[in-house]
């Protein structure tokens, strides 16, 4: 039951070069883009955050180790 700031159910984002969208599911995580990737929450074994950007604007790395 994820909502984003947006009133939307995802988080824009972007994954390498191609901009998507990242959807909060109850077994996992779905970025919707060409192609879209599901990740299932049981196959992650650590999940890092780091914040980056400017004072007006703010960004964050996610990176998944996946097991």
């Not at 390498?16 to 909060?24: C, D, E, L, Q, R």
């Not at 599911?25 to 299932?40: D, N, Q, S, T």
């Not at 980056?52 to 960004?59: E, I, L, P, T, V």
Request: glycine residues 8%.
């Amino acid at each position: 039951n994820f909502m984003g700031h947006s009133g939307t159910p995802a988080v824009s984002c972007s994954y390498k070069a191609a901009s998507g969208f990242i959807y909060p599911l109850e077994r996992g995580i779905m970025f919707v883009y060409k192609p879209p990737i599901f990740v299932k929450f049981e196959d992650v074994q650590s999940v890092n955050f780091a914040r980056y950007g400017s004072q007006w604007r703010a960004h964050f790395l996610l990176s998944a180790h996946l097991g």
